[in-house]
């Protein structure tokens, strides 16, 4: 697989334009190699599969290269991952014989007979797998990429009282697993009696 | 430790080894179709609002001349020739603008279905019209479609970028994943009658459709179980089992 020389005359003005003086390809395959780790291990979160996990992060990242020139500057990886989760929500919504009804025990991350632990990961995984899709999305978002509450809001499009009343509800959830029995909410997002 | 950080780690550990299984050569070759199919969106919006629909030929490197769209009364109208792409004029408007995922928003002529590969699903392509591009007019879009929701999986939107969309020879094709596997999808430019590629070094035998708005034009699909495979150079042959021209610089998938 060879990368086209964008600036070749034949191309069309608009990739000529995206290959300018700082040469934004090498820019963003930086970028790509800074980031795609983290994205791709938050995809997988979302979705348990590794397949979904690739086209949901290959597709993240595409679009964030298709926005090059407006999200360089800024935050390009809040872009990526704007992208990705509402991909997942939306690909979700539109194919739902991708949904998965059972709660299937993904394959482990880590190798680890211990059964205690091992226990631990199953419940997690039975516990996320029963929230709902935006749920598990804040959780990945608010707890694993730790990304602020208000820039959950604003990736998702919601106002912050309902990524709080999402997470609320999220984490009610999974503290009746037994993995995160003894767990407590960060206070300062969540309100205690919100908690069940 | 603090809650969020506890909850953090016990995430974390459910995670398998991860990495992406494309380069980021693959990222940008699939962000500049989406670009070109949104910038296509907002040119032919500009042009259906000035012109009417289009008759032209499409001259293959001199073998023949197909027809590609109807003409309505409002007459002929041909875009000047471009010679750096070496064909002829080519059809611009009357067709559909794409959406600005790259995505068809309406067919380009009827939409192809064919089987899969994977029980229950077809793969379904539509043609989307390309505005803006000095030598290519047409991309594909590729889904899979499952026969019993009628819920379409969209695998990859594909087009010619370097030099002419309808030289002979392969364009667009590229490897992706999607519902059951793995696919390479792309299009052919000439009288193919069977394409394969190598897959891990093992043959694998293409579904093959004609275009019904140039039937010269054949879009082919792989499907494939498993990790994503290492591709080979695709061929195509005829009728009589005669290799066909690759094309000079998009043989390889991913390329073109």
């Known amino acids: 697989?060879?990368?086209?020389?964008?600036?070749?005359?034949?191309?069309?003005?608009?990739?000529?334009?995206?290959?300018?003086?700082?040469?934004?390809?090498?820019?963003?395959?930086?970028?790509?190699?800074?980031?795609?780790?983290?994205?791709?291990?938050?995809?997988?979160?979302?979705?348990?599969d590794r397949d979904d996990a690739q086209d949901l992060t290959q597709l993240a990242f595409a679009k964030t290269f298709a926005a090059w020139q407006r999200v360089r500057r800024d935050d390009a990886e809040s872009y990526a991952r704007r992208v990705l989760v509402n991909s997942y929500i939306d690909w979700w919504r539109r194919a739902p014989w991708r949904e998965r009804s059972t709660a299937q025990v993904p394959e482990a991350g880590v190798i680890d007979d211990h059964a205690r632990q091992t226990d631990e990961r199953t419940a997690l995984t039975v516990a996320l797998e029963e929230l709902t899709r935006r749920e598990r999305t804040v959780v990945v978002l608010r707890y694993y990429l730790d990304v602020s509450e208000a820039d959950v809001a604003d990736q998702l499009n919601v106002s912050a009282g309902t990524v709080k009343s999402t997470a609320s509800k999220a984490l009610a959830k999974l503290r009746r697993s037994t993995a995160l029995a003894g767990f407590q909410p960060p206070t300062r997002d969540l309100a205690l009696e919100d908690i069940s | 430790m603090k809650p969020d950080e506890i909850l953090h780690d016990k995430l974390e550990s459910l995670v398998p080894d991860l990495q992406l299984d494309v380069p980021a050569e693959n990222l940008i070759k699939r962000g500049r179709r989406m670009l070109a199919a949104r910038q296509s969106l907002i040119a032919s919006g500009a042009a259906v609002a000035v012109a009417g629909i289009t008759v032209a030929g499409v001259a293959l490197s001199g073998h023949h001349t197909s027809t590609v769209q109807t003409a309505s009364n409002s007459g002929s109208q041909l875009q000047p020739a471009d010679l750096t792409c070496g064909v002829s004029p080519q059809p611009t408007v009357g067709a559909p603008a794409a959406s600005n995922d790259g995505a068809a928003a309406t067919p380009w002529g009827a939409a192809i279905q064919g089987a899969s590969g994977v029980a229950g699903t077809d793969v379904v392509v539509h043609a989307f019209h390309i505005a803006g591009m000095q030598c290519t007019n047409v991309g594909f879009e590729f889904a899979v479609k499952n026969l019993s929701t009628g819920a379409t999986t969209p695998l990859e939107a594909t087009n010619e970028y370097e030099g002419s969309d309808i030289a002979p020879g392969f364009h667009g094709a590229g490897l992706t994943t999607g519902p059951g596997g793995w696919y390479v999808v792309g299009y052919y430019v000439g009288p193919a009658a069977a394409i394969s590629i190598p897959a891990n070094g093992q043959p694998a035998s293409a579904h093959l459709a004609s275009w019904a708005v140039n039937p010269d034009v054949k879009v082919w699909w792989v499907h494939g179980t498993g990790?994503?495979?290492?591709?080979?150079?695709?061929?195509?042959?005829?009728?009589?089992?005669?290799?066909?021209?690759?094309?000079?610089?998009?043989?390889?998938p991913g390329v073109g």
């Not at chain 1, 608009?14 to 700082?22: F, P, Y």
């Not at chain 1, 970028?31 to 997988?44: E, G, H, Q, T």
């Open chain 1, 1 to 48: 697989v060879e990368i086209k020389d964008a600036r070749r005359g034949n191309l069309p003005a608009s990739e000529r334009v995206l290959v300018g003086v700082t040469e934004p390809v090498d820019e963003f395959t930086a970028f790509v190699a800074a980031s795609s780790a983290r994205l791709l291990r938050a995809a997988w979160l979302l979705t348990f």
């Open chain 2, 227 to 252: 990790p994503t495979p290492t591709l080979g150079t695709p061929d195509a042959t005829d009728g009589s089992g005669a290799p066909l021209p690759g094309g000079a610089r998009n043989g390889q």
